[in-house]
């Protein structure tokens, strides 16, 4: 939203809103992070395949890997993508009220995830498997968890973003906020997308 | 993508957005999305597929969703070119890079060492 | 073209309590603590990384003292770990990696014309967390000892079983609050670049630095999330029991070193790219011609920052990675030399033919060239496999990397600081001084890392901490301690040179002292805190060598008669310019996170939660304060020093969530 952000009623900061592309700061800021992002799950989601069906003791994935329940919670997640970008619609059209419904919506979804991927562990805990356990233990706990915090940032800034509307603080000038927090939602979401095909499913 | 768009893309500066999809157009989206998901779940349950067949779809599978939000639900597909080519050059690195490093530790055998 | 001066203020929308009251001088001590002018940031950033360059030192120093002749007692083994490892990790994240920073703050913005950097608050958090995140590692020393791993840290030797104190956990712990400093400093200098020029400024018209600090962010902004995911693993290992790195539960010995080198040879480019951009700003000034090749010195710089990614396994030729993975990185490694080659040819040419002037920052950068070209041709013998299996962890690695990184980098650096600090200062560094510094400097530094290479090829390995007698090793050991101490002398004598410009009473140098070439030398030194009185139009590359000269029918430069000054000379009167306020929370936020990390080591929860929920905090409130506070009404008539009680109703304040 590069043409909303340099309407005179946002020069806040003008100083710092001088734009030799056009474009504006942060989003350029957002896109380096999320591109930075890329090599984070790179180095991760590589550690994990290298260690694929390396584990010397169990438990192994097939034995506590429950496909059609992470199938759901992935589903939750990926609709979430939906709801988030329908916020942003909502607020370029200045519809507070469907942008708060989308907004918690997509807060209500991620939270869904969490809670999904919290009974998850506990549950792989259960049947033995924990991060000292083995290879598998260590590597699918250390990334899918580090991605589940990554949900849970997000979480924070839908909520953040859900009481300013209330509060009458985020006007329509403001839509550049909700696009860059949706942009690192959507970019969470993607990165689950590999993970489920390349953690999950992949067969080993 | 509407003619309107592709005329867009030949202006030289840099700020060349295009008009942003209807809501309509991201629900549609997201059924494509499921729909994919669906049939990622349903093949892994076909035990007749081989596995490097069944390998090799799932990946293309999760590719096609990957692009599909990155390019409609983040608006790479309709925005800047900069950001584009930020974004590129981190996914591509990352991919290159780390194929390389696993490829020298021969991550697909796993009865290597 | 120019815009005009005073810039509108939105009216605010609704009022708001703060936690803290946001600080409004710029003056004293609080000013420079709660400051978010790259200016300031930079300085603070050079005298920072300075002091560690000391630290450093003395750690070397130690280092030679101890291997300066066979069976010496200076340091015992366990010390000795502990001082190689800081000398090296020091130096790499706590001087040059830093010092690199405080040029590209100062300088970058204003080679660009613009007024600051586009995330104020976010350098001045870049800035404190490197300081956090120094003096974090520095405390291990003063809490039962300091990282003794290598800087490289390689496992198993860093994992629990065999280093069971909590040295390594602070090397961890330090080198994330450093990636993070780092990562953030990438970000908003990389945005800085593409979107804060002023108008003209095209992408091909930018200064050789901003070029190659815009690559070396880059570099940055890619390589750092590796070496973080490889702390991460190796803090889950040593915290919480994990595998990653245990052989004996299946885990791959080389994951460390892949994930640590596919950061770390990008690293070698991000110590050295920004050096190169200094050099080569130097160079034509003294030399009164332009950059030879500026687009190919562009291109070379961005191939470097490219082909970077593709070498980093000639660290590891030695751990048995199969003929394949050999081959191809002996020959990405052979054909990385050619950008590199290609520089050198550049600054040559750039001299060739050019009106020399010999002056204190000329030499630095022409003895960059020099011991740079040495260390490259030394590092080409490392492509080639057979060698290096010989070479690995002798001393001839130790002469080779020091050629790069103290005869390029450290070389290159103090280039800069001899040709810039009449902009920083307003007072010239005797030109005198600075040239017995220089050949101190330049003898010491062959005596000590010269020999080296004779050292490592009689088998000397590195990092031993001491020698039998009778290996035939003893003489040149003995020369380069007496090397490291020259190296020392001429330290000493540079900073008699700061000193005493100081305190000396030289008139201020005026805009361009150096007759130079560009932006940065058409502004007051030390520049106005808004830089530009007016945003400057650009419209040449070397713009301010355009302003002042023309050509004549045989390409000689001629000066233009001019009825009006190219340069501003002194600070105007009148000019209001509303800058970015300061602000606490960039400090807060980033003394939070060492305490995070010391409540991690020592297991003690509450506190690494208690600072978790402060640091939390400080990142909301700096979400929501805006970066440019409303004006006060009575603005300039008083200094009020910013008190620390909360509870002040803060100026009412337009709410933005910004991303920074």
Redesign the interface.
């Known amino acids: 939203m590069?043409?909303t952000v340099h309407d005179p009623?946002?020069?806040?900061?003008?100083?710092?809103h001088?734009?030799?592309?056009?474009?504006s700061?942060?989003?350029?800021?957002?896109?380096?992070?999320?591109?930075?992002?890329?090599?984070?799950?790179?180095?991760?989601?590589?550690?994990y395949?290298?260690?694929?069906?390396?584990?010397?003791?169990g438990p192994y994935p097939h034995g506590v890997y429950d496909?059609?329940y992470t199938?759901v919670s992935?589903?939750v997640l990926?609709?979430s993508?939906?709801t988030?970008?329908?916020a942003l619609?909502a607020i370029?059209r200045n519809d507070q009220r469907r942008l708060r419904i989308w907004l918690l919506t997509t807060a209500l979804l991620g939270t869904v995830f969490i809670g999904g991927q919290v009974y998850e562990f506990t549950s792989f805990v259960r049947m033995g498997l924990k991060?000292?356990t083995?290879?598998f233990?260590?590597?699918f706990f250390?990334l899918t968890g580090?991605h589940g915090t990554h949900v849970f940032i997000g979480v924070l800034m839908l909520m953040?973003?859900f009481s300013?509307s209330l509060?009458?603080?985020l006007?329509q000038e403001?839509a550049q906020?909700v696009e860059?927090v949706?942009?690192y939602w959507?970019?969470v979401?993607?990165i689950w997308?590999?993970i489920?095909?390349?953690v999950y499913?992949?067969?080993? | 993508m509407t003619d309107t768009a592709t005329s867009h893309e030949v202006e030289p500066h840099t700020h060349d957005e295009r008009a942003h999809p209807s809501d309509a157009q991201y629900v549609a989206v997201a059924l494509v999305l499921g729909a994919i998901t669906a049939v990622e779940v349903g093949v892994y349950y076909i035990t007749a597929i081989p596995k490097h067949l069944l390998t090799t779809m799932l990946i293309v599978m999760s590719a096609v969703k990957f692009s599909a939000v990155v390019l409609w639900f983040m608006h790479l597909r309709f925005d800047s070119r900069l950001f584009r080519r930020l974004f590129v050059t981190g996914l591509v690195l990352a991919f290159a890079v780390f194929l390389i490093f696993l490829s020298s530790l021969h991550f697909y055998s796993p009865s290597r060492h | 073209m120019t815009e005009p001066i005073a810039y509108g203020q939105t009216p605010p929308l609704t009022a708001r309590r703060s936690l803290l009251r946001r600080p409004t001088s710029t003056a004293g001590l609080w000013g420079w603590i709660t400051t978010v002018d790259h200016k300031r940031i930079g300085i603070m950033y050079g005298v920072s990384a300075f002091v560690f360059f000391l630290l450093g030192g003395i750690e070397a120093l130690l280092l030679r003292l101890q291997l300066g002749g066979p069976n010496q007692h200076v340091l015992s083994a366990s010390a000795y770990n502990q001082v190689f490892t800081m000398h090296g990790t020091t130096m790499i994240f706590l001087v040059i990696m830093p010092m690199a920073a405080a040029f590209a703050n100062y300088l970058v913005p204003i080679m660009i014309g613009a007024r600051d950097v586009a995330f104020p608050r976010l350098n001045a958090f870049g800035f404190w967390t490197f300081l956090a995140g120094g003096l974090f590692m520095y405390s291990s020393f003063l809490l039962g000892g300091a990282p003794n791993g290598g800087w490289f840290g390689y496992v198993p030797q860093t994992l629990k079983a065999y280093s069971p104190g909590h040295n390594i956990d602070f090397w961890v712990f330090g080198l994330q609050i450093l990636g993070i400093a780092s990562l953030t400093g990438a970000i908003n200098l990389i945005v800085t670049i593409i979107n804060m020029r002023a108008p003209g400024m095209s992408f091909m018209r930018m200064p050789i630095f901003v070029w190659m600090s815009l690559v070396a962010q880059f570099l940055l902004l890619f390589a750092l999330p590796v070496i973080t995911v490889a702390l991460f693993l190796l803090m889950f290992d040593r915290q919480f029991g994990g595998h990653f790195f245990d052989a004996q539960a299946g885990a791959d010995p080389l994951l460390w070193q892949h994930l640590f080198w596919i950061f770390g040879h990008p690293e070698v480019y991000i110590l050295i790219l920004p050096a190169m951009g200094i050099v080569s700003e130097v160079l034509p000034v003294y030399a009164r011609k332009p950059l030879f090749g500026y687009a190919v010195k562009v291109f070379s710089g961005i191939a470097i920052g490219f082909m970077g990614w593709g070498v980093w396994a000639h660290h590891m030729f030695a751990t048995g990675l199969g003929p394949v993975a050999i081959s191809a990185f002996g020959l990405s490694t052979m054909f990385i030399a050619v950008p590199t080659g290609v520089k050198i040819f550049n600054w040559l040419g750039t001299l060739w033919g050019g009106k020399l002037r010999i002056t204190t920052p000329f030499l630095f950068a022409v003895g960059f060239v020099a011991m740079f070209t040495i260390g490259g041709l030394s590092g080409v013998t490392h492509a080639v496999v057979p060698a290096d299996t010989q070479q690995t962890d002798t001393y001839y690695i130790v002469a080779h990397f020091h050629y790069v990184m103290f005869g390029g980098s450290i070389f290159g650096l103090f280039a800069g600081v001899y040709y810039w600090a009449p902009k920083v200062t307003g007072k010239m560094l005797s030109d005198f001084l600075g040239k017995i510094h220089f050949w101190l400097m330049l003898v010491g530094f062959n005596l000590t890392f010269g020999p080296m290479h004779i050292l490592g090829l009689q088998g000397q390995p590195r990092r031993i901490y001491t020698y039998p007698a009778g290996r035939g090793w003893e003489f040149w050991n003995l020369v380069s301690t007496i090397g490291a101490f020259t190296i020392a002398a001429s330290i000493v004598v540079f900073i008699v040179n700061v000193i005493r410009t100081k305190i000396s009473d030289q008139p201020n140098v005026g805009a361009d002292p150096w007759d130079a070439r560009t932006l940065e030398w058409t502004i007051p030194s030390p520049p106005p805190e808004y830089n530009f009185a007016e945003e400057p139009l650009v419209t040449a590359r070397d713009e301010l060598w355009h302003r002042k000269y023309d050509e004549d029918g045989d390409g000689r430069a001629i000066r233009r008669e001019l009825d009006y000054p190219v340069v501003m000379d002194e600070v105007p009167d009148e000019v209001h310019v509303h800058m970015p306020s300061p602000s606490y929370w960039p400090l807060v936020a980033s003394f939070t996170l060492p305490a995070v990390a010391y409540g991690m080591i020592y297991r003690a929860w509450p506190v690494a939660i208690a600072a978790g929920v402060v640091e939390i905090t400080a990142l909301y409130s700096w979400a929501l304060e805006p970066s440019t506070a409303p004006p006060d009404p009575d603005e300039g008539t008083e200094d009020h020093g910013p008190e620390l009680d909360s509870g002040e109703p803060a100026a009412a304040e337009l709410e933005t969530a910004d991303a920074d």
């Open positions: 590069a043409a009623v946002e020069a806040d900061d003008d100083v710092l001088h734009s030799a592309t056009g474009l700061n942060e989003k350029i800021a957002m896109w380096a992070f999320l591109a930075s992002d890329c090599l984070l799950f790179g180095a991760l989601i590589s550690t395949i290298l260690y694929r069906g390396r584990s010397v003791v496909i059609p199938s992935s589903f990926l609709m993508s939906l988030m970008v329908l619609s370029q991060i000292h083995n290879l233990g260590s590597s250390v580090f953040s973003l300013l509060k009458g603080k006007p403001k906020t860059l949706g942009l959507h970019f979401d993607v997308i590999l489920f095909t390349l499913l992949i067969p080993s």
